[in-house]
């Protein structure tokens, strides 16, 4: 059984800094890539960037140079490190674990998702 608990959101003011944390039971990261969405109200999913099983990481061009994904295999943790944050960055942020080990932007080739974590950005 997969288990992927989101921390770390919150209220913070346009050009702060967020890192939200996946934490993760079931699932080597070295076998299987992690991806971080977001969803905004009355909006789709969102990919915003991932981790693939070796290491490697992708990103979205609407975050691209704002954002740093990394991970603690020793803590089985991911992180989602989010810097000059603006109001359009504001959603429910998720992280899930992929089914092979590429991120990939699609949000169905992720078999397990998060509970989510809401980041607020104000102006």
């Known amino acids: 059984q997969v288990q992927l608990v989101e921390s770390g959101g919150g209220l913070v003011q346009a050009g702060g800094s967020l890192r939200l944390s996946c934490a993760a039971s079931?699932?080597?990261?070295?076998?299987?890539?992690m991806g971080w969405f977001r969803q905004a109200p009355g909006k789709e999913r969102e990919f915003v960037g991932g981790?693939?099983?070796?290491?490697?990481?992708a990103s979205a061009d609407s975050v691209k140079g704002r954002i740093t994904i990394s991970r603690d295999i020793t803590k089985n943790t991911v992180y989602l490190q989010m810097n000059n944050l603006k109001p359009e960055d504001t959603a429910v942020y998720y992280c899930?674990?992929?089914?092979?080990?590429?991120?990939?932007?699609?949000?169905?080739?992720?078999?397990?998702w998060g509970q989510g974590t809401q980041v607020t950005v104000s102006s």
């Open positions: 899930a674990a992929a089914s092979g080990p590429y991120p990939t932007p699609a949000p169905g080739m992720y078999n397990y």
């Open positions: 079931g699932r080597t990261f070295t076998n299987y890539a």
């Open positions: 981790i693939s099983s070796y290491g490697g990481t």
